[in-house]
């Protein structure tokens, strides 16, 4: 089924902040692996397999999180207001790392999968707050370690829009992960070419900005390649535009003949066609 519900004679709404954590480790055989989540059959991204994130809460921006958190990285190109809001973005991806995923990147140490298990039912149940448990703790969200990636915002036609920040986090190889049953329904760790093999086999579905940062990872060859990519990679916003090609509809990326952005933004096709219930890397015809 179609990831987004597009009508292109809709109004655009602003989009809402949100971040995703892309977790990588090196793979024991060699090379990187990722870990993906299965998002519920219903709602936004019903049933895609996507990376641990969600939207900005007002409280990510709150001043209390000093306490317990590592100064975040300065992105080459601003992704945000300023610098407090740039740490929010931090904040929620790490946040919904560890309520979707079991994920949570620290400072110094790497907690046991049931600890943090024990943290996000704590957290769910609304006798804990995040940054509560960490300074009972003496532990730092370790935010310096969250390399910013990419950015993209929901094409205008989409009645839900979100203005995205991804951020590729390297994990001990110990980390387990563990999706959380409601919001995520499974999660498994697989390299970044496996991924996109079982989305051209039919066995999963991708939404085009999950399918295009697993592109771009395809190459890396252990989770230091992984770093230089999201080093190197363009900071500038992707926000791809809804237009119809013959009888379905295409999502087209900066740098294609039909966006008004001339110039790409990221390598790959230049658009996403939906074809079969299903956003496919294609480029422009003719």
Known sequence: MPTLRLDLNAAPVTPVDAATLVVARDDRGGGVEIFCVERQKRGFLGGAVVFPGGKVDPDDADAGWLACANEARAPRTPMAVDAVAQRALTIAACREALEE?????????????ADLLDWRSKIEAGTDRLRDLLIAAGLRLDLAALRPFARWITPAAEPRRFDT??????????????HDGHETTASFWATPRDVLRRFGAGELQLAPPTHRVLEVLAGARNASDALAIADAACLDPICPRAVRQGDTVAIVLPGDPEHD???????????????????LPEDPPG
């Not at 952005?261 to 956003?279: I, K, Q």
């Open 261 to 279: 952005v001339r110039v790409a933004r990221v390598a790959g096709t230049s658009r996403f066609v939906l074809r079969d219930g299903r956003f």
């Open 101 to 113: 995923a079991a994920i949570l990147p620290l400072e110094g140490t790497l907690v046991a999968c």
């Open 165 to 178: 920040r991804f951020f590729l986090f390297v994990a001990d190889p110990a980390l387990r992960g563990e």
